[in-house]
């Protein structure tokens, strides 16, 4: 099934593909792999996820922020590239979790995002190298900021 089917039969909702909010491209294709810029958890209103993971918000809702951030991130590909059913495999994930010093489950947060690709791509394409992190802040306050390098079909 391709991404945009499956996209559809999982009924997923995008948010607006964000502007970049500095000097950067939002994505940037080098061969074959599209690298993604850091986004953060947009809802479909425009507004972002916000918090600090231990102090303001618990680890269910970060999962959800980072859930979020895939669909953010998803909407960009997809501005950028036409279509999702354009790439190949999720290649490589770095997740940033805006937490206390004392939390320390940023990569079941991070989980929020990589099941969302595995519910798109599959176990095997939807799954790729990952780093998960906490940061002492991100932002404006988000919850979670997420980057990620794509491989591409070849055209």
């Keep these: 099934m391709s991404a945009e089917a499956r996209v559809a039969e999982l009924n997923l909702e995008f948010p607006t593909a964000p502007k970049p ?4 491209h939002p994505v940037v294709i080098v061969g074959d792999l599209a690298h993604v810029s850091g986004h953060g958890p947009m809802r479909t209103d425009g507004t972002m996820i916000t918090g600090k993971v231990g102090a ?3 680890e269910a809702d970060a999962y959800l922020a980072a859930r979020q951030v ?4 998803l909407a960009t590909l997809r501005r950028e590239l036409g279509s999702l059913d354009r790439i190949e495999r999720l ?5 940033m979790v805006n937490a206390t010093p004392e939390f320390g489950q940023h990569p079941q947060v991070i989980n929020g995002f990589s099941n969302l690709m595995v519910e ?11 780093s998960a992190v906490g940061m002492g802040s991100l932002p404006s306050n988000i919850a979670v900021e997420v980057e990620a390098v794509f491989q591409l079909k070849p055209q």
């Design 21 to 24: 909010g500095g000097v950067y």
């Design 56 to 58: 303001t918000m618990n």
């Design 70 to 73: 895939g669909l953010t991130m």
């Design 91 to 95: 290649v490589k994930t770095l997740g």
């Design 120 to 130: 798109i791509w599959g176990e095997v394409n939807g799954k790729g190298a990952r």
